[in-house]
């Protein structure tokens, strides 16, 4: 849910055909406000941008044409700054933002060893559940939005193992997400709404294996998340950002 910045993250992975891989690290997250969805789109330049940690936890089942994905994602923001073209302010410190999101993966690898040998791609779906809550302190009032959403996606990948030693993959979801969100302010009893609202969202990964050994190897990769949101009352957008070094073991 987001920044230029990006940030480190060290992880662990359990892979097999069946394993289980947890990591954890830090993300930036940054929201802003959009007045048109229309094109042009009339956004603010002025976003609110913060970074926490963050913890994955993923179980995979997968064979040579087809994977199964699980994932658990849990991360907490803070440290927020109002960041325009020319300037940025620092937001209170008690400004917060928590995300829980689960998504569960599909993907099936129809061309093999076609183009180029070694690399595979594959298309998929994607479903998911978010609940994500934001808190912000403008003056001595509290501002705080809290919204439950699914999300329905396609999913294309291309992996490329030509060589023992090393490994890429690259990943690009896009699709549709529908929320409820509940919006409250602590001095305006009228702010207190809740909308229906739905948008899109894009995911790409790219990441790339070093392989030790047989049972051992070690990993980067690139996450880039954006998401447009359009309810009654008023549309955002959010995104992050993350870069993610890790150790791979193979059971």
Known sequence: MIAP???????VVLLA????SASGGR???AYRDIAR???????SPVEWRGSGPSMVLVYERATTRRAHRFTIDVAKAGSFAYSGPVRGIAAP?????????????????VLRDRIVRGLAAGIGVQGGGRRLSLQRHPGMATEAMSSTAGSVAGVASARLHRWARWSAQIDWTNGLAFLREHDRHSTDVLSDVRLWGGGWLTDLTVSGTVHLSRRAAVSASFLSTGEGTALS???YAFARRRFALGVTYVR
Not at 17 to 20: C, P, S
């Open 233 to 235: 009352h008023h549309s």
């Open 93 to 109: 410190g008690d400004d917060s933002a928590t995300r829980l999101e689960g998504r569960y993966d599909y993907r099936r690898y």
């Open 5 to 11: 910045g990006t940030s480190v993250l060290c992880t």
């Open 37 to 43: 969805n229309g094109p042009p789109a009339d956004a």
């Open 17 to 20: 055909q069946a394993g289980w």
């Open 27 to 29: 993300e930036t997250f």
